[in-house]
């Protein structure tokens, strides 16, 4: 039983320093292009306006553009694609870091059964604009079992390790008070893959599983000391199912019924510690 959080680091590490890398890789690439598009910028209006003359004759720079083989590429559409990219160039966040710290509570059966607890974690968040971004996270949480039937109760602990996988939308705030638009409010959904790590003296039903959770949520970010860090919160509702959900939880070798059943949904409530690059 003790393996089974080192099974599962074990078998998801190579993954998640895959996902890591990758990202940080995509956004080193996202920011040495804009520096070097901010760089060349304003140099082809300068070659455009030298092509517009020819022999003391002026013509329309327009037409001429649209045909001009030596005029510089542009990769926008139109002037509000530029705008926004100069917006998240200047005011946006490639990628975000931060402490997890806050409590576990549950539905259903696991409410019966495991008592709520503190959990803790990090994650690493990488932007695609001002508005998308997308999070990997790590949280885990242990907690007491408490299981009674017949005159008979049995106790233990159970652990869960969870790695999120999820997408972040930032609510447009700018028509907002500005009080109300520092609170930089968001939802999340995705999928974590759980691990649940289950021990209770004498009742070898319980054991380690594995399933994929499904998360939807919401939080908000306040920026501190200028923007460079962040403080907020974050409340995460997520729907699992084990493979033992529909197997009652029995007592002394399954001759006690205690009329349980392992099935529930995870709430997750936390405080956030971050800061931006």
């Known amino acids: 039983m003790g393996t089974g959080f080192g099974g599962f680091l074990k078998h998801y590490s190579f993954r998640i320093f895959f996902l890591t890398l990758l990202l940080i890789a995509s956004g080193a690439v996202s920011l040495i292009s ?18 517009d003359q020819s022999g003391g004759q002026t013509t329309d720079s327009d037409s001429d553009d649209a045909y001009d083989p030596f005029i510089d590429y542009n990769e926008y559409d139109n002037s509000g694609d530029e705008e926004a990219d100069i917006n998240f160039f200047e005011n946006g966040r490639l990628l975000t870091a931060a402490l997890l710290v806050g409590g576990r509570t549950f539905t259903n059966g696991f409410k019966q059964m495991y008592s709520d607890s503190v959990a803790y974690g990090g994650y690493l968040s990488y932007f695609f604009d001002l508005r998308f971004a997308l999070q990997i996270s790590y949280t885990t949480s242990s907690h007491s079992i408490v299981v009674s039937g017949g ?28 009080g109300l638009a520092n609170f930089n409010p968001y939802v999340i959904a995705g999928f974590s893959p759980i691990t649940r790590t289950s021990t209770v003296s004498g009742e070898s039903e319980f054991t380690t599983q594995s399933a994929v959770a499904f998360d939807a949520g919401a939080g908000f970010e306040i920026p501190i000391l200028r923007r460079e860090m962040f403080i907020g919160g974050q409340a995460m509702y997520q729907m699992v199912n084990f493979p033992d959900q529909y197997s009652e939880i029995t007592l002394n070798n399954g001759t006690i019924h205690t009329g349980i059943y392992p099935n529930g949904a995870i709430i997750t409530y936390l405080g956030i510690l971050g800061i931006n690059f």
């Open 34 to 51: 804009r520096h070097a598009w901010a760089d060349d910028t304003g140099d082809g209006s300068n070659a455009a306006a030298t092509s």
């Open 151 to 178: 005159g008979q109760t049995a106790k233990g602990n159970v652990t869960f390790n969870e790695i999120g996988l999820d997408l972040k939308y930032y609510f447009n705030m700018d028509d907002v008070k500005k």
